[in-house]
């Protein structure tokens, strides 16, 4: 069955450091995808991005980077000199297909609080 | 750009009565999902539409939940009757194809049950 394991459910650092958040998958399927959303204080859901299983390159977007390796099923994300506005709930999330085949599904992780300090 | 649209923002209710929560996708995606999230639960799928057929409503109750996508430019989702522990915040999200693209979620509909 498909799971996406947030291990860390909150976290503190100052502002200006670097901060790693962790996520681990399980999934039967061979195709899937997986995605990083953000969750500030607001309560909006907003996507950061989104990673195919046969794409293994790792990706940098400005302070973001995100390190998939599909040997041990885990796809982190990486903030770079960490700011105040960084400070928000992150889910990883995996979209795989369901058991009988016909259409994919989307599981969140439990989310890991983020709390930037200035 | 584009938005997932939810109606109304905030929902405040009594006990026993009848919840309607709207959900406008962005044109021309063919998938929607609503999720439910609560401190205890986190988020979870509630029911999920491609090309406006339900394909999975496994997660939700189905004595009291509904859903429906009665045209490809809204989604709703009813709670009838409604009870204390439906009081969550509920999202709707929608994307294109089978995820390669991503999913937008709308800003969710925060339902009070007292």
């Known amino acids: 069955a498909q799971k996406v394991t947030q291990a860390q459910t909150e976290i503190s650092v100052v502002e200006k450091e670097d901060v790693t958040l962790d996520c681990v998958y399980e999934t039967r399927d061979t195709t899937y995808y997986l995605f990083w959303y953000k969750q500030p204080p607001s309560g909006e859901l907003v996507f950061l991005i989104r990673r195919n299983s046969f794409d293994e390159q790792n990706e940098i977007s400005g302070r973001y980077s995100w390190n998939f390796q599909k040997s041990t099923s885990s796809f982190n994300f990486t903030i770079t000199a960490s700011q105040v506005v960084d400070s928000a709930v992150y889910f990883c999330?995996?979209?795989?297909?369901?058991?009988?085949?016909?259409?994919?599904?989307?599981?969140f992780g439990s989310g890991t609080q983020l709390t930037v300090l200035p | 750009d584009a938005r997932v649209t939810q109606t109304p923002r905030h929902k405040v209710t009594e006990m026993g009565q009848e919840v309607t929560m709207r959900c406008q996708p962005i044109?021309?995606?063919?998938?929607v999902f609503w999720y439910r999230q609560t401190m205890m639960q986190g988020l979870e799928l509630l029911a999920y539409?491609?090309?406006?057929?339900?394909?999975?409503d496994s997660g939700m109750p189905k004595d009291r939940f509904s859903a429906e996508m009665p045209d490809a430019t809204l989604a709703t989702l009813k709670i009838q009757p409604s009870e204390p522990r439906d009081s969550a915040v509920y999202f709707c999200?929608?994307?294109?194809?089978?995820?390669?693209?991503?999913?937008?979620f709308g800003s969710g509909t925060r339902l009070t049950v007292v």
């Open positions: 539409f491609r090309n406006r057929a339900p394909l999975d």
């Open positions: 044109l021309g995606h063919n998938t």
């Open positions: 999330a995996l979209s795989d297909l369901i058991s009988s085949g016909s259409a994919r599904q989307l599981t």
């Open positions: 999200a929608s994307g294109l194809g089978q995820g390669q693209y991503g999913y937008t």
